[in-house]
């Protein structure tokens, strides 16, 4: 994912996911000390940690990868958090899970944007955007 900030993201989608901070290749104090080794130039240093991984071992690795620019169009990806837990539960049920993760992740930098809901429609979201404004849902 590009970003300005890669270790604020990574703090963000970590709490977001319930992932952990990756840590730097065995034998490395830090992933500049890693990124050193493999040549990558003292100007491009300094972003901190800059990748997740899930600590279960089965969710995808996501790095972050720190760009000059901000983002200024819309996302090429777009992650869905899955919080209502499926539709073995009623609507209501569905949309208290939602809107209690919307609001958590509200606490850790993401600006809630608009609830997803339709009259007759078995479905309930939040769009949202992280804190450098990449806009994901909660379902």
Request: a negative charge.
């Amino acid at each position: 994912m590009d970003c300005r900030s890669p270790e604020a993201q990574a703090e963000f989608w970590a709490a977001a996911l319930r992932y952990v901070l990756a840590p730097p290749p065995d034998g490395f104090g830090s992933w500049d000390d890693f990124y050193r080794s493999i040549g990558v130039p003292e100007e491009e240093l300094g972003g901190g940690v800059d990748s997740i991984v899930d600590p279960t071992g089965e969710g995808p690795r996501i790095w972050f990868q720190i760009v000059p620019e901000e983002k200024t169009i819309k996302n090429r990806i777009h992650i869905d958090v899955a919080a209502g837990g499926g539709r073995g539960n009623s609507l209501e049920v569905r949309r208290e899970r939602v809107e209690a993760e919307a609001a958590r992740l509200v606490g850790l930098g993401a600006t809630r944007v608009r609830a997803l809901a339709a009259e007759g429609l078995d479905h309930y979201a939040v769009a949202m955007t992280d804190p450098e404004g990449n806009e994901f849902d909660i379902n």
